[in-house]
């Protein structure tokens, strides 16, 4: 490891030499263009000698040289690679460097009308604000820009993607109903679709929470709207556990409620998102209780 530094920064010292050889009138004259182009090739080759040491700063700096040179020569999609792999290596060590390096190759990508591998690396850089800045605002953010991207390249199967993790975020957030037309708007769109109908009873059903983390009356109203629209969620469980949790929320019986969100996790685990709504719900019924 010790060696491939050493081999890095001697690759950083013979790119530096190239660059200075380059300036002047007269190399600018006399193969100047070459040697800068000699330069981004020696910084990209210091860049994965500092990986292989694990080096991720100073391999995210070397890739970030190159990228540099890279628009100076106006190679924009070499450059834009160069942002994105110092973005991956500066992942490891400084996220916030990460998310600037990505933001830049995100510009030249649409700059070039390039909107579906800008919307990629914006997920990227959305995953990093929600995993390593732990900052769900921005993660919102990043992911319903992502969205519009593939929406206007028709990729609809990876804007919905995005568009779930708005809505599940923005229910943590408590913004329940813009969660609520998100989850719709994305159910909607796989009814249609033979392969995807199972996953349209999944979005009502995370739909139908949001609306009783607001209140039974909205919930009612909207397992209607969904038995309606789609017949089959009628006699799907989780339609008869929502029923059941109304019941248990008109009648604030908190053991009742438990007791059957118990058995439908007994069969059809609950992930951590529903677990957190659900109890929401509950802590609701017993500050009731306490009035």
């Known amino acids: 490891m010790a060696d491939q530094e050493q081999k890095g920064n001697e690759y950083m010292a013979e790119a530096e030499k190239k660059l200075k050889s380059s300036q002047g009138f007269f190399n600018s004259l006399f193969g100047g263009s070459s040697k800068i182009e000699e330069a981004a090739e020696l910084f990209v080759r210091a860049a994965n000698a500092y990986k292989m040491a694990k080096k991720w700063p100073a391999a995210g700096?070397?890739?970030?040289?190159?990228?540099?040179?890279?628009?100076?020569?106006n190679s924009r999609h070499d450059a834009a690679t160069q942002y994105v792999d110092a973005g991956n290596a500066y992942r490891k060590a400084d996220p916030q460097e990460a998310v600037?390096?990505?933001l830049k190759a995100v510009e030249i990508y649409t700059d070039m009308g390039r909107f579906t591998i800008a919307a990629k690396h914006h997920m990227t850089i959305a995953e990093i604000y929600e995993t390593d800045l732990a900052d769900i605002e921005k993660a919102i953010s990043s992911y319903e820009q992502a969205a519009d991207y593939y929406k206007g390249e028709e990729?609809?199967?990876s804007a919905n993607k995005c568009l779930l993790k708005v809505a599940q975020f923005s229910a943590q957030l408590e913004r329940y109903d813009k969660a609520v037309e998100i989850y719709e708007e994305v159910a909607v769109t796989c009814m249609d679709n033979s392969l995807l109908k199972y996953s349209a009873k999944d979005h009502f059903f995370r739909a139908a929470i949001c609306h009783m983390c607001i209140d039974t009356l909205n919930v009612q109203q909207a397992i209607q709207k969904y038995e309606d629209m789609f017949p089959q969620f009628a006699d799907d469980r989780c339609c008869k556990l929502l029923k059941t949790l109304i019941t248990a929320c008109e009648d604030e019986d908190v053991d009742k409620f438990t007791d059957a969100i118990k058995e439908y996790d007994s069969i059809s685990r609950l992930d951590q998102w529903m677990t957190t709504m659900f109890l929401r719900i509950k802590n609701r019924i017993n500050q009731d209780d306490l009035k």
Do not use: D
């Not at 700096?61 to 020569?73: D, E, M, S, Y």
């Open 100 to 102: 600037n390096c990505m």
């Open 61 to 73: 700096n070397a890739f970030c040289r190159a990228a540099t040179i890279q628009l100076q020569l």
């Open 155 to 157: 990729s609809k199967s």
